[in-house]
């Protein structure tokens, strides 16, 4: 049978006639297929992989049995549509008891979402018509922007960089495109800087969106992940949050649960009921059992707690290493991310003309896997999620990297 007809009928918004016909190879492809060579290159050597981008280890047993229990009750079998109320009641109690944001009603103004990346994907549904725009802090998490586009609509991109702590300037947006934008995106703690925000700017924040009439999204996937006394923050902490915005709280880094596929999303009346109403035909809801066994998480913040401390020591020892043959790494005050500058090349041999060729030097020399980002300066991704059962094993890891950075000196 031809399927010749078939090329011609793809969405222009995925390529048109031409999908499918692209050689580009993209950045997490080429990794892959990196480490895959590396492996062949180099059989029985260990591949240290610094560029997983989630956790390392199963949820709590505690969340586990709760899944199994609850799998087991017939009650749970069929749709969940929405949610189911008792979810939204733990996601209220847990975003107080963690972040210190009362009063929110469950029922109007916290909704359950598939994971984060469903929700991102359905925002744009919900409000971005034709010529509108999503403004976009890069590097960032680029669904919110990706489905902007689709739905015809246009990404403006915000750099952040050291230079502003890796914090969007909104203050640089010129008039036109604040009359035009819908939709404002943060995620702090930062995928990939690992910056975090501070009260003082989610407050200008607030200011701003609420001046120039623009929803805040804010991805807080790893606000619970932090380090050395600094207390978990949310965006709907500061006054006036809820006019303007929502935020997502994943399950999925806060209780590795990212299999699971759980968040809730919380915040302003309007924006949750309009989400609500696009999700009701994208999906029929997380199975009730993992939203039951989501309810023992939420009602066990210390498991959090217990993982962050376990990412600290990790970032500790990492920072370290690293330091040690050049870089100017810097312990982050959240997250599992360390992002640090890529060298410009080795002393008195091979130079690097991107991240992304440093990226890929790791990879095939050294069998250290990492994750380039070019957006906004030269700079590599390291994830403290690597594989590693208990402190010692860590420390092995650790020094194993140490070994081969030995031979080589690099230059920024």
């Known amino acids: 049978m031809s399927e010749s007809f078939i090329q011609e009928m793809f969405a222009e918004r995925i390529g048109g006639s031409n999908f499918g016909k692209d050689t580009v190879i993209y950045k997490f492809e080429k990794i892959k297929r990196a480490k895959d060579a590396a492996r062949k290159a180099h059989p029985g050597v260990e591949i240290i992989d610094l560029g997983v981008g989630e956790p390392d280890e199963m949820a709590d047993m505690g969340i586990v049995d709760k899944l199994a229990e609850e799998a087991a009750r017939p009650e749970n079998r069929g749709y969940s549509d929405n949610g189911i109320q008792a979810f939204k009641v733990a996601a209220a109690k847990y975003i107080e008891k963690v972040y210190g944001v009362k009063g929110l009603n469950p029922e109007t103004e916290i ?28 590097p960032n998490y680029p669904v919110l922007g990706t489905l902007t586009r689709w739905f015809g609509g ?9 230079e502003n702590e890796f914090l969007p300037d909104i203050e640089s947006l010129d008039e036109e495109t604040c009359r035009r934008a819908k939709l404002l995106y943060l995620n702090y703690p930062n995928n990939p800087t690992g910056a975090s925000a501070t009260r003082e700017f989610f407050e200008k924040v607030v200011r701003f969106a609420k001046e120039k009439n623009i929803i805040v999204v804010h991805d807080a996937a790893y606000a619970g992940l932090t380090f050395d006394g600094e207390k978990p923050l949310s965006f709907l902490s500061v006054e006036g949050a809820r006019d303007v915005g929502v935020e997502l709280f994943s399950l999925s880094k806060a209780f590795n649960m990212t299999g699971w596929r759980l968040a809730a999303v919380a915040g302003n009346e309007l ?19 993992i939203q039951k066994a989501g309810i023992y998480a939420l009602e066990h913040p210390e498991i959090t707690e217990k993982i962050s401390e376990k990412y600290s020591r990790r970032h500790n020892m990492l920072v370290s290493a690293l330091n040690e043959v050049g870089f100017n790494a810097r312990k982050p005050k959240g997250s599992f991310y360390l992002y640090v500058k890529a060298p410009k090349g080795i002393k008195g041999g091979r130079r690097f003309d991107n991240a992304e060729d440093f990226s890929q030097y790791l990879i095939t020399e050294k069998l250290i896997s990492t994750v380039p980002w070019d957006d906004a300066g030269s700079y590599v991704r390291f994830s403290v999620t690597f594989i590693a059962n208990g402190i010692e094993e860590e420390k092995r890891v650790i020094d194993e990297i140490r070994d081969r950075f030995s031979d080589v000196e690099f230059e920024f």
């Not at 909704?111 to 802090?137: E, R, W």
């Not at 246009?154 to 050291?162: A, E, S, Y």
């Open 111 to 138: 909704i359950h979402g598939i994971g984060s990346k469903p929700v991102l994907a359905m925002l744009p549904a919900v409000f971005i018509n034709h010529g509108d725009i999503t403004i976009m802090p890069v």
């Open 154 to 162: 246009q990404v403006v991109n915000l750099p952040i960089t050291p």
């Open 271 to 289: 924006i949750i009921k309009g989400f609500g109403a696009v999700k009701d035909n994208n999906d029929s809801g997380q199975f009730a059992a």
